[in-house]
T-cell receptor
């Protein structure tokens, strides 16, 4: 089966750095995605990792360790608009490319 | 840039009624995915299509059916609606990869259809 875990909620301060962790147990791993979702809106793609290491994209970075089944999303220079749910999702081989989502981490950025 | 289009954006139905949700993928995207997201829940995969053929099936009830048409748009048909079907329904599309395999590329999500069953 597939299992993806991430913290339910986190709080951070504007201007700070926050790291959202995601652990997964899947067979046939074929990539890990991070999405941002504001309430009632569509998930928006943030990053994609399929090989071990760090992918940097502006204020957002994502890290993957396949041997540990672990990823994190790093958000720097937090802004109030970063308050949202952050979804970790895993793609599996030979299953049409569907995404299996974690339950999401609700991030609240405080002034 | 063109995005995924879903219609309607909001839909209110009574129990036991039927509903049809439509999805228009990004031009030249050949793969469509449907997800259901209940209140406070993560998106759950329902079904996907690649080149007009069903490519995978998830937790889609037998009361639901879907298809992808020759112009690559997709429709999700829902019958005998139940209160528990109230949710956001997202459609996502992806493009063929360098190897011609859609599964290697990111999925772009549409704005969703909010279905409320009374």
């Amino acid at each position: 089966g597939q299992n993806i875990d991430q913290p339910t909620e986190m709080t951070a301060t504007e201007g700070a750095i926050v790291q959202i962790n995601c652990t997964y147990q899947t067979s046939g791993f074929n990539g890990l995605f991070w999405y941002q979702q504001h309430a009632g809106e569509a998930p928006t793609f943030l990053s994609y990792n399929v090989l071990d290491g760090l992918e940097e994209k502006g204020r957002f970075s994502s890290f993957l360790s396949r041997s540990k089944g672990y990823s994190y999303l790093l958000l720097k220079e937090l802004q109030m608009k970063d308050s949202a749910s952050y979804l970790c999702a895993v793609r599996v081989y030979n299953q049409g490319g569907k995404l299996i989502f974690g339950q999401g981490t609700e991030l609240s950025v405080k002034p | 840039a063109a995005g995924v289009i879903q219609s309607p954006r909001h839909l209110i139905k009574e129990k036991r009624e039927t509903a049809t949700l439509k999805c228009y993928p990004i031009p030249r995207h050949d793969t469509v995915y449907w997800y259901q997201q209940g209140p406070g829940q993560d998106p759950q995969f329902l079904i996907s299509f690649y080149e007009k053929m069903q490519s995978d099936k998830g937790s889609i009830p037998d009361r639901f059916s879907a298809q992808q048409f020759s112009d690559y748009h997709s429709e999700l048909n829902m019958s005998s609606l139940e209160l528990g079907d109230s949710a956001l329904y997202f459609c996502a599309s992806s493009s063929p990869g360098l190897a011609g395999a859609s599964s290697y590329n990111e999925q772009f999500f549409g704005p969703g259809t909010r279905l409320t069953v009374l």
